[in-house]
Antibody, heavy 123, light 107 residues
Framework: EVQLVESGGGLVQPGRSLRLSCTAS????????MSWVRQAPGKGLEWVGF??????????EYAASVKGRFTTSRDDSKSIAYLQMNSLKTEDTAVYYC??????????????WGQGTMVAVSS | DIQMTQSPSSLSASVGDRVTITCRAS??????LNWYQQKPGKAPKLLIY???SLQSGVPSRFSGSRSGTDFTLTISSLQPEDFTTYYC?????????FGQGTKVEIK
């Protein structure tokens, strides 16, 4: 059974940093692109970014709202994906979900999701 | 960026009703369109990928279709567990974007 468990969320002041972790099990982690999606309180879903598998180059993509501030990385030996969040803003307050990205018929989709971790940015 | 516009934002229906939710892309995205269901306090769940393909384990009352840049999610006979929120999402180009969501409520 695929399991994704996020951790590292919490309350942080604007301008500070936070690192989220996503610990995976139940599948071959290294074969998958890993993505982050967030949801502000009472709002819709927003894609944050992803990191491709090393076989696909290990490259990253980000939403414009976080580019230059957030960085995603992975440790395939530990089956963990990370989201390093710097220069946090109040508008980054959200539940952050870790997801696997599956490619079916050449189309990418968010297949498995973690339970989410809450990040609150406030002074 | 590609804008995804869902309609309606909310709807009221009864158990057994046929329900259709529409998602319109601001430009052509071919069939790079997925649908998700999200229950309160839970992570989203993939329902439909590539506009019309049913994800494994999803009941057959859910279906998706495409007409140009318009996509529809249809629930053929609403069940009590279907009263929740649905999102479309395009993966045609970066940034990947979601629709604003459609909440299906009990009439």
């Amino acid at each position: 059974e695929v399991q994704l468990v996020e951790s590292g969320g919490g309350l942080v002041q604007p301008g500070r940093s936070l690192r989220l972790s996503c610990t995976a099990s139940g599948f071959t982690f290294g074969d998958y692109t890993m993505s982050w999606v967030r949801q502000a309180p009472g709002k819709g879903l927003e894609w944050v970014g992803f990191i491709r598998s090393k076989r696909s180059g290990g490259t990253t993509e980000y939403a414009a709202s976080v580019k230059g501030r957030f960085t995603t990385s992975r440790d395939d030996s530990k089956s963990i994906a990370y989201l390093q969040m710097n220069s946090l803003k109040t508008e980054d307050t959200a539940v952050y979900y870790c997801t696997t990205v599956v490619v079916i018929d050449l189309i990418d989709a968010f297949e498995s999701w973690g339970q989410g971790t809450m990040v609150a940015v406030s002074s | 960026d590609i804008q995804m516009t869902q309609s309606p934002s909310s709807l009221s229906a009864s158990v057994g009703d046929r329900v259709t939710i529409t998602c319109r892309a601001s430009q052509s995205i071919s069939s790079y369109l997925n649908w998700y269901q999200q229950k309160p306090g839970k992570a989203p769940k993939l329902l439909i990928y590539a506009a019309s393909s049913l994800q494994s384990g999803v009941p057959s009352r859910f279906s998706g279709s495409r007409s140009g840049t318009d996509f529809t999610l249809t629930i053929s006979s609403l069940q009590p567990e279907d009263f929740t929120t649905y999102y479309c999402q395009q993966s045609y180009s970066f940034p990947w974007t979601f629709g604003q969501g459609t909440k299906v409520e009990i009439k």
